[in-house]
Protein backbone atom coordinates (compact mmCIF):
# COMPACT_ATOMS: atom_id res chain seq x y z
CA UNK A 1 0.00 0.00 0.00
CA UNK A 2 1.44 3.30 -1.26
CA UNK A 3 2.77 5.89 1.61
CA UNK A 4 0.13 8.72 2.09
CA UNK A 5 1.00 12.31 2.60
CA UNK A 6 -0.48 15.11 4.71
CA UNK A 7 0.36 19.01 4.88
CA UNK A 8 1.29 19.85 8.59
CA UNK A 9 -0.33 23.30 9.61
CA UNK A 10 -1.26 25.49 12.13
CA UNK A 11 -4.82 25.00 14.02
CA UNK A 12 -5.97 28.09 14.82
CA UNK A 13 -9.33 26.87 16.14
CA UNK A 14 -7.49 25.89 19.52
CA UNK A 15 -9.27 28.12 21.93
CA UNK A 16 -7.13 30.75 23.98
CA UNK A 17 -3.83 29.71 22.06
CA UNK A 18 -1.11 31.92 21.62
CA UNK A 19 0.61 33.55 18.67
CA UNK A 20 3.99 34.09 17.82
CA UNK A 21 6.13 36.52 15.76
CA UNK A 22 9.10 37.50 14.33
CA UNK A 23 12.20 35.10 14.99
CA UNK A 24 14.87 37.83 16.73
CA UNK A 25 18.79 36.99 16.25
CA UNK A 26 21.79 37.26 19.19
CA UNK A 27 21.52 40.79 18.39
CA UNK A 28 18.16 41.77 19.43
CA UNK A 29 17.00 42.15 15.58
CA UNK A 30 14.57 40.29 13.62
CA UNK A 31 16.29 38.09 11.38
CA UNK A 32 17.49 39.46 8.37
CA UNK A 33 15.42 36.61 6.09
CA UNK A 34 12.50 35.37 7.76
CA UNK A 35 11.38 33.42 4.70
CA UNK A 36 14.77 30.51 5.18
CA UNK A 37 12.68 28.54 7.68
CA UNK A 38 10.70 26.85 4.35
CA UNK A 39 13.26 26.89 1.92
CA UNK A 40 13.39 23.13 2.58
CA UNK A 41 17.55 23.81 3.08
CA UNK A 42 19.76 22.89 6.36
CA UNK A 43 20.60 26.32 7.60
CA UNK A 44 23.93 27.52 9.22
CA UNK A 45 24.38 28.36 12.63
CA UNK A 46 21.79 31.55 13.44
CA UNK A 47 23.43 31.58 17.05
CA UNK A 48 20.97 32.45 19.79
CA UNK A 49 17.44 33.23 18.60
CA UNK A 50 14.47 34.31 20.27
CA UNK A 51 10.52 34.39 19.80
CA UNK A 52 8.44 37.02 21.04
CA UNK A 53 4.24 36.24 21.54
CA UNK A 54 2.39 38.30 20.13
CA UNK A 55 -1.08 37.11 21.68
CA UNK A 56 -0.29 35.48 25.17
CA UNK A 57 -2.23 32.54 25.68
CA UNK A 58 -1.76 28.26 25.47
CA UNK A 59 1.57 27.43 24.38
CA UNK A 60 1.03 24.84 21.80
CA UNK A 61 3.49 22.01 20.65
CA UNK A 62 3.52 23.29 17.04
CA UNK A 63 2.48 26.42 16.07
CA UNK A 64 3.83 29.01 13.07
CA UNK A 65 5.54 32.51 13.98
CA UNK A 66 5.49 35.10 11.45
CA UNK A 67 6.46 33.83 8.12
CA UNK A 68 5.45 30.69 8.70
CA UNK A 69 8.56 29.35 10.84
CA UNK A 70 7.50 26.28 12.21
CA UNK A 71 8.25 26.31 16.47
CA UNK A 72 7.73 23.02 18.10
CA UNK A 73 7.86 22.17 21.71
CA UNK A 74 11.11 20.14 22.62
CA UNK A 75 9.20 16.59 22.70
CA UNK A 76 8.00 17.39 18.79
CA UNK A 77 11.27 17.99 18.06
CA UNK A 78 12.71 14.67 19.36
CA UNK A 79 10.04 12.43 17.37
CA UNK A 80 10.86 14.12 14.72
CA UNK A 81 14.09 14.13 15.00
CA UNK A 82 14.23 10.42 15.67
CA UNK A 83 11.87 9.42 13.08
CA UNK A 84 13.40 12.00 9.76
CA UNK A 85 17.04 12.97 11.46
CA UNK A 86 18.67 13.49 7.53
CA UNK A 87 15.00 15.47 6.83
CA UNK A 88 14.84 17.71 9.78
CA UNK A 89 16.62 20.45 11.63
CA UNK A 90 16.01 22.11 15.19
CA UNK A 91 17.07 25.30 15.99
CA UNK A 92 17.04 26.20 20.13
CA UNK A 93 14.83 29.54 20.16
CA UNK A 94 13.96 31.18 23.57
CA UNK A 95 9.86 32.16 23.89
CA UNK A 96 9.04 34.82 26.63
CA UNK A 97 7.72 33.55 29.39
CA UNK A 98 8.31 29.50 29.11
CA UNK A 99 10.76 27.93 30.78
CA UNK A 100 10.32 24.72 28.84
CA UNK A 101 12.07 24.59 25.00
CA UNK A 102 11.22 25.13 22.06
CA UNK A 103 12.90 24.89 18.43
CA UNK A 104 12.16 26.12 14.84
CA UNK A 105 11.82 23.32 12.86
CA UNK A 106 13.77 23.15 9.36
CA UNK A 107 12.63 20.68 6.78
CA UNK A 108 15.55 20.24 5.13
CA UNK A 109 14.52 18.66 1.90
CA UNK A 110 12.58 20.86 -0.90
CA UNK A 111 10.81 18.00 -3.47
CA UNK A 112 9.39 18.73 -7.05
CA UNK A 113 6.01 16.64 -6.47
CA UNK A 114 3.28 19.02 -7.08
CA UNK A 115 0.56 16.52 -8.91
CA UNK A 116 -0.96 19.44 -11.28
CA UNK A 117 -3.38 17.55 -12.64
CA UNK A 118 -4.76 15.98 -9.65
CA UNK A 119 -4.87 19.44 -7.76
CA UNK A 120 -7.80 21.73 -7.30
CA UNK A 121 -6.18 24.59 -8.50
CA UNK A 122 -3.53 26.20 -8.99
CA UNK A 123 -2.00 29.66 -10.66
CA UNK A 124 1.67 30.32 -11.45
CA UNK A 125 3.91 33.41 -11.52
CA UNK A 126 3.99 34.67 -15.04
CA UNK A 127 6.29 37.32 -16.89
CA UNK A 128 3.74 39.64 -17.07
CA UNK A 129 3.84 39.50 -13.02
CA UNK A 130 7.19 41.15 -13.02
CA UNK A 131 8.74 39.56 -10.61
CA UNK A 132 11.37 37.30 -12.73
CA UNK A 133 12.91 35.23 -10.03
CA UNK A 134 8.97 33.50 -9.47
CA UNK A 135 8.35 32.83 -13.53
CA UNK A 136 7.51 29.32 -13.20
CA UNK A 137 7.03 28.56 -9.76
CA UNK A 138 3.20 28.67 -8.11
CA UNK A 139 1.32 31.79 -6.59
CA UNK A 140 -1.01 29.92 -5.29
CA UNK A 141 -2.24 26.53 -5.00
CA UNK A 142 -6.01 25.41 -3.69
CA UNK A 143 -6.61 21.52 -2.73
CA UNK A 144 -3.03 20.61 -3.31
CA UNK A 145 -2.31 16.93 -4.58
CA UNK A 146 1.47 15.75 -4.57
CA UNK A 147 3.25 12.31 -6.49
CA UNK A 148 3.87 10.25 -3.75
CA UNK A 149 6.66 8.60 -6.65
CA UNK A 150 8.57 11.56 -6.66
CA UNK A 151 8.69 12.01 -3.03
CA UNK A 152 10.82 8.47 -2.60
CA UNK A 153 11.03 7.82 0.85
CA UNK A 154 11.05 11.35 2.34
CA UNK A 155 9.43 11.90 5.63
CA UNK A 156 9.23 15.37 6.14
CA UNK A 157 9.94 17.87 3.11
CA UNK A 158 8.63 21.21 1.81
CA UNK A 159 6.95 21.12 -2.04
CA UNK A 160 8.94 22.79 -5.00
CA UNK A 161 7.48 25.58 -6.31
CA UNK A 162 4.96 25.91 -3.13
CA UNK A 163 7.34 25.80 -0.03
CA UNK A 164 5.21 27.54 2.17
CA UNK A 165 3.38 23.93 2.89
CA UNK A 166 4.91 21.22 5.06
CA UNK A 167 4.31 18.16 3.89
CA UNK A 168 4.69 14.76 6.76
CA UNK A 169 4.40 10.90 5.45
CA UNK A 170 1.64 9.08 7.52
CA UNK A 171 3.92 7.86 10.12
CA UNK A 172 5.03 11.13 11.46
CA UNK A 173 1.24 12.35 11.50
CA UNK A 174 0.68 9.37 13.28
CA UNK A 175 3.22 9.53 15.86
CA UNK A 176 2.30 13.42 16.52
CA UNK A 177 -1.01 12.07 16.88
CA UNK A 178 -0.30 9.45 19.35
CA UNK A 179 1.75 11.55 21.14
CA UNK A 180 -1.38 14.09 21.28
CA UNK A 181 0.90 17.24 20.13
CA UNK A 182 -1.57 20.04 20.11
CA UNK A 183 -1.57 22.85 17.52
CA UNK A 184 -1.39 20.38 14.93
CA UNK A 185 -3.69 20.04 11.75
CA UNK A 186 -3.41 17.42 8.97
CA UNK A 187 -4.76 17.92 5.55
CA UNK A 188 -4.23 14.68 3.19
CA UNK A 189 -2.34 15.99 0.57
Known sequence: ??????????NMTVPGR???GTPIDAQGREVDDPWMFYRGQRLPDLGALKLPVTVTGRALDFSLAAFAAPVVHARVASVLSEL???????LPVEIE??????FILVATKLIHCIDEKATEEFQK???????????????????????????DDAKV?????????????????????????TGTKFEEV
Do not use: C, N
Not at 84 to 90: F, I, M
Open 84 to 90: APEEVQT
Open 157 to 181: FRAWGWPIALIVREEIRDALERMGA
Open 1 to 10: MPSRYFKLTD
Open 97 to 102: GQLEQF
Open 18 to 20: WLL
Open 125 to 151: WTPEDRRPEKVGKYRDVWGMRIDASQV
